[in-house]
């Protein structure tokens, strides 16, 4: 009962920040099948070492974006900014990929990948989603 409470007086803000970090986690889930499938359907051309990290990678990703999501009722100072280094990280973690490729220009920063993890950390540094992690309730 208290929780549903919590989650009722969530700002807007706060949901699209919640639904993004979500969103994250259904893609990054998406990726890791994919990556599965490419693995099995071309066992022989493809580096599979690079595949099943790459799988791997994804699996954390997700499980780790799932986690965060599922503690935000909690309004946890720590989860705050366990989600902002999580989403920062992600960013710049693009973004060096892209640079490392050589294909770093404007266009290609305009990528989900790039633009959710930044719109969830604006969204959490706005003042009613730091007043919203900071409240603590009486119960």
């Not at 990726?31 to 595949?51: E, K, Q, R």
């Amino acid at each position: 009962m208290v929780e549903t409470d919590k989650a009722q007086r969530m700002p807007r803000v706060m949901k699209i920040a919640e639904f993004i970090v979500s969103l994250q986690a259904v893609q990054a889930l998406a990726g890791g099948a994919l990556l599965v499938f490419l693995l099995v359907s071309s066992a022989g051309d493809v580096n599979s070492g690079l595949a099943l990290l790459l799988v791997g990678f994804c699996i954390v990703i997700a499980v780790l974006a799932g986690w965060l999501a599922s503690r935000w009722i909690y309004r946890d100072r720590r989860d705050r900014v366990a989600v902002l280094a999580f989403e920062s990280l992600m960013a710049l973690g693009f973004v060096s990929m892209l640079a490392l490729d050589s294909d770093l220009s404007m266009r290609s920063l305009l990528n989900l990948n790039v633009v959710l993890p930044i719109i969830v950390v604006v969204l959490l540094l706005l003042p009613s989603a730091r007043a919203w992690f900071d409240r603590v309730d009486a119960a």
